[in-house]
């Protein structure tokens, strides 16, 4: 790394770097709880001046949330900001360096997480560590809570979403957040420049099966499962084709890229007995991505398809549903909407990934934008990265964000 890198001198860099560091090392990990991420951030956090409270989940004791205050901890909560503690697995992925242990050179950070999303867990902090923020803030009697979550990856019914679900009082417990303006922290670079997104499509993520009860011997007339599955899977083709066509003229489908609802279909699994046996099972993976006026008559389509085949063999197909949910939109006359907007220069958009804004909008009946350094193509990939400058881009925009948000100004 070259001493003459610029993000040496930068004022923020040493805390920044600790945060980052201290965050990939605890990351809350694929089927664990977040004790080590809450632990070692109340660890940091005491250093510095930020008061903070922690919020036990009601029913698994291995998770909570941490809730920062910037400003007057007992003014009036003007906005909600929100980023995530776990973060997807590396199981099959080949990295150049350990993924749970933050590397850095002239321009980036690697490890798990460092873009998705404690990119935007320390662009947060560093905002809200900020004197003149926090003296604005304590002035005018408001604050900006940064809530760190759990739970934002997991797939299952039982976990996805639970942590956000626990911050807006949904699991039994009050709600941490007080206001109706959120801002889900994710990587929405655009063209390197920080992009807030309004809105983001629902999903289907769902397995179907595929089995032939009489496949044999391949020099049979016999069922194959891997054959009759194929021919779903060209249906959805044409189905996917007809979404892009069907889609194209509706005015809100164009703050997405793409500006239509997608599908996509792998082979998980294909059980034979030796070379010369027909698959008597096969397994395929369904991922849907839909616009959010449409989700419900899109998935039901998608379901109908799926299980209504006319199997030439006489195969059988059923649908094993993993994740089904509404995709969402503040409008985009909503003040958060305009404030995002404002402190970005950029027009707010559809975001193509999936975000606990959803629960907010949805659920909670909140008003937001996804928004945040990093490029999500980097996100889940092997080598995980961001920028360095991004971070402190991203205080930058979230310390204009916390002000506008109680209404003072920026100089």
């Given at each position: 790394?070259?001493?003459?890198?610029?993000?040496?001198?930068?004022?923020?860099?040493?805390?920044?770097?600790?945060?980052?560091?201290?965050?990939?090392?605890?990351?809350?990990?694929?089927?664990?709880?977040?004790?080590?991420?809450?632990?070692?951030?109340?660890?940091?956090?005491?250093?510095?001046?930020?008061?903070?409270?922690?919020?036990?989940?009601?029913?698994?004791?291995?998770?909570?949330?941490?809730?920062?205050?910037?400003?007057?901890?007992?003014?009036?909560?003007?906005?909600?900001?929100?980023?995530?503690?776990?973060?997807?697995?590396?199981?099959?992925?080949?990295?150049?360096?350990?993924?749970?242990?933050?590397?850095?050179?002239?321009?980036?950070?690697?490890?798990?997480g460092t873009c998705d999303t404690h990119g935007t867990g320390v662009s947060m902090l560093l905002a809200g560590l900020r004197p003149e923020v926090q003296r604005k803030l304590l002035q005018a009697r408001k604050k900006v809570t940064i809530i760190f979550s759990y739970d934002e990856e997991a797939a299952s019914a039982e976990f996805s979403m639970r942590g956000a679900r626990m911050a807006a009082g949904l699991l039994g417990t009050e709600s941490v957040i007080k206001t109706k303006n959120f801002v889900a922290g994710e990587p929405t670079e655009?063209?390197?420049?920080?992009?807030?997104?309004?809105?983001?499509?629902?999903?289907?993520?769902?397995?179907?099966?595929?089995?032939?009860?009489?496949?044999?011997?391949?020099?049979?007339?016999?069922?194959?499962?891997?054959?009759?599955?194929?021919?779903?899977?060209?249906?959805?083709?044409?189905?996917?084709?007809?979404?892009?066509?069907?889609?194209?003229?509706?005015?809100?489908?164009?703050?997405?890229?793409?500006?239509?609802?997608?599908?996509?279909?792998?082979?998980?699994?294909?059980?034979?007995?030796?070379?010369?046996?027909?698959?008597?099972?096969?397994?395929?993976?369904?991922?849907?991505?839909?616009?959010?006026?449409?989700?419900?008559?899109?998935?039901?389509?998608?379901?109908?398809?799926?299980?209504?085949?006319?199997?030439?063999?006489?195969?059988?197909?059923?649908?094993?549903?993993?994740?089904?949910?509404?995709?969402?939109?503040?409008?985009?006359?909503?003040?958060?909407?305009?404030?995002?907007?404002?402190?970005?220069?950029?027009?707010?958009?559809?975001?193509?990934?999936?975000?606990?804004?959803?629960?907010?909008?949805?659920?909670?009946?909140?008003?937001?934008?996804?928004?945040?350094?990093?490029?999500?193509?980097?996100?889940?990939?092997?080598?995980?990265?961001?920028?360095?400058?991004?971070?402190?881009?991203?205080?930058?925009?979230?310390?204009?964000?916390?002000?506008?948000?109680?209404?003072?100004?920026?100089?």
């Amino acid at each position: 790394m070259s001493k003459a890198a610029p993000h040496l001198s930068h004022p923020e860099y040493s805390v920044a770097r600790e945060l980052m560091s201290t965050m990939v090392e605890n990351s809350q990990r694929p089927g664990e709880g977040n004790e080590a991420f809450m632990q070692a951030m109340s660890a940091i956090l005491k250093k510095y001046p930020l008061p903070f409270t922690q919020h036990q989940d009601p029913a698994y004791n291995n998770r909570s949330i941490m809730a920062v205050d910037v400003g007057d901890p007992e003014g009036e909560q003007v906005l909600a900001t929100v980023s995530h503690s776990d973060v997807v697995g590396v199981d099959g992925q080949h990295w150049s360096s350990m993924p749970w242990k933050l590397r850095e050179t002239d321009e980036m950070w690697f490890g798990r997480g460092t873009c998705d999303t404690h990119g935007t867990g320390v662009s947060m902090l560093l905002a809200g560590l900020r004197p003149e923020v926090q003296r604005k803030l304590l002035q005018a009697r408001k604050k900006v809570t940064i809530i760190f979550s759990y739970d934002e990856e997991a797939a299952s019914a039982e976990f996805s979403m639970r942590g956000a679900r626990m911050a807006a009082g949904l699991l039994g417990t009050e709600s941490v957040i007080k206001t109706k303006n959120f801002v889900a922290g994710e990587p929405t670079e655009l063209d390197g420049i920080i992009t807030p997104m309004r809105a983001h499509k629902g999903r289907l993520l769902a397995h179907f099966r595929v089995k032939a009860p009489h496949a044999g011997h391949v020099s049979n007339t016999s069922q194959n499962a891997f054959m009759a599955g194929s021919s779903i899977v060209h249906e959805i083709g044409e189905y996917g084709r007809m979404l892009h066509y069907g889609s194209r003229r509706d005015a809100e489908a164009q703050i997405f890229d793409p500006p239509y609802s997608t599908v996509q279909v792998s082979a998980g699994e294909v059980k034979t007995g030796d070379y010369s046996t027909a698959p008597q099972n096969a397994r395929f993976t369904l991922d849907m991505r839909t616009l959010p006026f449409v989700h419900r008559l899109r998935v039901d389509e998608m379901i109908d398809l799926i299980t209504s085949q006319k199997l030439h063999g006489g195969e059988e197909a059923t649908i094993e549903i993993v994740k089904d949910g509404e995709g969402s939109m503040t409008p985009a006359d909503a003040l958060i909407v305009r404030i995002a907007e404002a402190v970005t220069g950029q027009t707010a958009r559809g975001f193509n990934g999936g975000d606990e804004g959803r629960i907010f909008r949805n659920s909670a009946n909140m008003e937001g934008v996804t928004m945040g350094p990093g490029d999500l193509v980097y996100a889940h990939q092997p080598d995980e990265r961001i920028r360095i400058a991004s971070i402190f881009t991203g205080a930058d925009v979230y310390s204009k964000l916390f002000l506008r948000s109680a209404g003072l100004p920026l100089e």
